[in-house]
């Protein structure tokens, strides 16, 4: 099993809905992080949370420590936001270890 | 501000050569982090580099080793090449406790 789970693995939404994106971690971490990918393979990190609420413009990362989960919400998507988004957890020792990622694609 | 900056963009290698790549830090960042990430996988981590020793190690063979260099900047290097090592390898910058974590665009290895 996986240190770090994500669902789901493939989401297709219309342009303007709400997504959310799922994470659930099994180790102790020191954090939580929500990492962009792009065709290509670049990487943006996009969040670090360790309790509570994150907002950047339309994204929004929220953690619930008790229960070891994690959710990546955007609002009004937009084509330009199909991409993968990966969650990874670091551990208290600064080790990380990521989730297999969400692959989204926004069509207009 | 110059990101993590990463070379080669794309590398062919056949079975059992050697390979060496490279990663320059983003300015101020003095810890370097390198990942392999397989198709359709996350990324798994195989070391990190702070102060020019390796700190850190995932679960990987002694094939791979790396090296910090007095700048900051960092090299892994793969021998004995396999096939299953065909990957995007990943390095990251931070400070130290990873703050300020920021992922270069990455090395595509293919083995043939």
């Known amino acids: 099993k996986n240190e770090v789970e994500q669902s789901p693995q493939n989401l297709t939404a219309q342009e303007g809905e709400f997504i959310t994106i799922n994470c659930s971690y099994s180790v102790g971490i020191s954090a939580l992080h929500w990492l962009q990918q792009h065709p290509g393979g670049g990487i943006v990190s996009l969040f670090m949370l360790s309790s509570g609420k994150k907002k950047h413009g339309r994204l929004i990362a929220t953690i619930n420590i008790q229960e070891k989960h994690s959710s990546l919400h955007i609002t009004a998507s937009h084509p330009r936001d199909s991409a993968v988004y990966i969650c990874a957890a670091e551990n208290t020792g600064n080790q990380f270890y990521f989730g297999t990622g969400t692959s989204l694609t926004v069509i207009p | 501000d110059a990101g993590v900056t990463q070379s080669p963009t794309h590398l062919i290698k056949t079975r059992g050569q050697q390979v060496t790549l490279r990663c320059s830090p983003k300015?101020?960042?003095?810890?370097v982090s390198w990942y392999q990430q397989a198709l359709g996988q996350g990324p798994q981590f195989i070391f990190q580099y702070y102060e020019e020793e390796e700190r850190q190690r995932g679960n990987f063979p002694d094939r791979f080793s790396g090296h910090q260099y007095p700048n900051y900047s960092s090299e892994l290097n793969v021998n004995a090449l396999l096939l299953g090592d065909s990957a995007l390898y990943l390095c990251a910058s931070s400070l130290p406790d990873n703050y300020g974590y920021t992922f270069g665009s990455g090395t595509r290895l293919t083995v043939v």
């Open positions: 300015s101020g960042h003095d810890t």
